[in-house]
């Protein structure tokens, strides 16, 4: 399984990192010392930042904690998203009985100590008859946070194994979670800001419905 490397400067370099793969396991297909700068879940496609050398890994990861990324996500959910955009807000932390799995937590909830706070941003891109094609602009870097924010909202990533609800609907041949990161902003050791895309992969174009969702009254 080949690495295709969007750019490579002598500080920073951008994979596009194939569904299937851990972050690790790119690290080693890609034959050179670097460093990862951030992680994928292993059926997540796109764009995956490593560094070059321990200083530029340090610069880069500030960014990350300090929430100066802009980060965008290609994300097919099961039912109708109602509203064209939203945020979504709360706390996010271990579930109790699958220690895997991450959960959503309102700072109400009794359980809600220690829980780390998360955000996701969102819009609707279309709208099919079972499914809605979202860009997800995660604004906090939680573990699992964009399939277990989707969850919560009611319309998990179709393919989703880990956070998908029991009978609900999957296009036919989609093989893994649909969940691809296109877009990454980042400021660079010399000052300059570079933004890097990565298009839809093949496995999940094919795997969009056909037809969009169109209202009776229109």
Known sequence: MGIKIIYEDKDLLV???PAGLETVEVLARLGKKVFNVHRLDKDTSGINLFAKNQEALIFFQKQFINREIEKRY???VAGRV???????DTLIGRALKEKKKQKAYLEI???AEGKRRAVTEYRVIKRFEDYTLLEV???TGRKHQIRCHMAYLG???VGDKMYGF?????PEGLLRQFLHASYIKIKLPSGEYK???SELPEDLEKCLPKKKYLPKNN
Do not use: S, T, V
């Not at 109602?82 to 979504?88: A, L, Q, S, T």
């Not at 029991?166 to 999957?170: A, E, F, I, L, T």
């Open 137 to 139: 602009m995660p604004k």
């Open 109 to 111: 909830e009794p359980r």
């Open 15 to 17: 994979a596009d990192k």
């Open 155 to 157: 319309h998990p990533i």
């Open 82 to 88: 109602k509203d064209n955009k939203g945020m979504i």
């Open 195 to 197: 933004e890097f895309n």
């Open 74 to 76: 290609i994300a097919l």
């Open 166 to 170: 029991k009978g609900q609907p999957c």
